[in-house]
Nanobody
Framework: QVQVVESGGGLVQAGGSLRVSCAAS????????MGWYRQNPGKQRELVAR???????NYADAVKGRFTISRDNAENTMYLQMNSLKPEDTAVYYC???????????????WGQGTQVTVSS
C-alpha cells in the first residue's frame, strides 16, 4: 500500500507566503507524477500544479508566477511554495501521487487527506 501525507497548511495574511509538503511512502517502485489540487465547499476540485518525475512542471493560470512546485525524488517528497497569497487561494489543498508498485506495472493514484490553507484579507 501507499500512503500520502500533506503538512504545512495554515492561516496567513494576504501577500504572505506558505509552504505545504507532501510525502509518499510504502510500496513504491516508481513515483511518476505528483501534484496538488484545491477545493472549496460546493466547488469542483481544481488542479493547482503538478510535477513529473523528470522535473517538468505545470501550473494553473491563477497561480503562475506566485507558486512553485518542486520535489525531492530521493525522499518521495513534494513541496508547494506559495507566495503573494490572495484570499481566493483559500481552500483545502490535496496532494496526489501516481505510483507504480512493481516494474512495468499499472499506475495508481493515491490522495492525501488534505490540508487547509486560509488567506485573510
Amino acid at each position: 500500500q501507499v500512503q500520502v501525507v500533506e503538512s504545512g497548511g495554515g492561516l496567513v495574511q494576504a501577500g504572505g507566503s506558505l509552504r505545504v509538503s507532501c510525502a509518499a511512502s510504502g510500496s513504491i517502485f516508481s513515483l511518476h507524477v505528483m501534484g496538488w489540487y484545491r477545493q472549496n465547499p460546493g466547488k469542483q476540485r481544481e488542479l493547482v500544479a503538478r510535477i513529473i518525475s523528470g522535473g517538468i512542471t505545470n501550473y494553473a493560470d491563477a497561480v503562475k508566477g506566485r507558486f512553485t512546485i518542486s520535489r525531492d525524488n530521493a525522499e518521495n517528497t513534494m513541496y508547494l511554495q506559495m507566495n503573494s497569497l490572495k484570499p481566493e487561494d483559500t481552500a483545502v489543498y490535496y496532494c496526489y501521487a501516481d505510483v507504480s508498485m512493481v516494474a512495468a506495472g499499472p499506475t495508481f493514484r493515491y490522495w492525501g487527506q488534505g490540508t487547509q490553507v486560509t488567506v485573510s484579507s
